[in-house]
């Protein structure tokens, strides 16, 4: 049996008042049936981009040939090597490679890297600033992760996106870089829950919508601490 004790959720619940960046539509929840109307059950009618809250870009995000969501397995999905990385930065700062290497012997050998750039608080206070200045990767710090780890399969960030939106002119390839690659099984995900104390983490476990059709999808994350 599962010990549920060690199991920390990574993961915000998606939510109407849940904040999104500036191209993502917000969620909608409309009841349809209601028990309180004298209905026999509820039922709501659901509305989201799938790119919102806590969610798991896979390839075909930014890659025309690239694998969607529904096309990997339950292994591209599960890390046993995760790597944690306190990164505070200021914000719209562009992260390169100079901020990467002090962290380098830390990533090596990680399957997954959850970069805690100390947004979490930011996403309570001042959701605005949480999304439109929010810091974010460049594509030299892609490439330079790309380059050094190579046994790496996913990032995480407690950031609505990957790179700086305030400069997605500049920052938007960093995706490319990361998702490109005939047949390349990768994740990026996004506006993580990542104020937990991850001193022991051992696993982790993404387990997103399968939804046919599309490139990503929302997720729950699942911790698990060493016991």
């Not at 104020?195 to 997720?219: N, R």
């Amino acid at each position: 049996m599962l010990d549920t004790r060690r199991m920390l959720y990574l993961s915000f619940p998606l939510s109407p008042d849940g904040p999104v960046p500036p191209a993502i539509t917000p969620m909608q929840i409309t009841p349809r049936y209601q028990l309180s109307a004298g209905d026999d059950a509820n039922v709501y009618r659901v509305s989201f981009d799938n790119h919102s809250g806590t969610h798991a870009d896979a390839p075909a995000h930014v890659i025309a040939n690239g694998l969607r969501i529904t096309d990997l397995s339950l292994a591209d999905f599960t890390f046993a090597r995760p790597a944690v990385v306190d990164l505070p930065l200021p914000d719209t700062t562009i992260i390169t490679p100079d901020h990467l290497q002090p962290h380098l012997r830390r990533m090596q050998g990680a399957d997954i890297v959850l970069f805690r750039l100390g947004y979490g608080p930011v996403r309570r206070a001042e959701p605005q600033r949480y999304l439109a200045q929010c810091p974010g990767f460049g594509v030299a710090g892609a490439e330079y992760l790309r380059r050094e780890l190579p046994a790496l399969r996913a990032v995480g960030m407690d950031v609505p996106s990957f790179v700086c939106i305030e400069y997605l002119g500049e920052t938007m390839r960093a995706h490319n870089v990361m998702l490109g690659g005939e047949g390349r099984r990768f994740l990026l995900v996004e506006d993580m829950d990542l104020e937990k104390d991850l001193t022991s983490l051992s696993e982790l476990l993404v387990v997103p919508w399968l939804m046919a059709g599309v490139d990503s999808a929302p997720c729950t994350v699942l911790g698990i601490l060493a016991a």
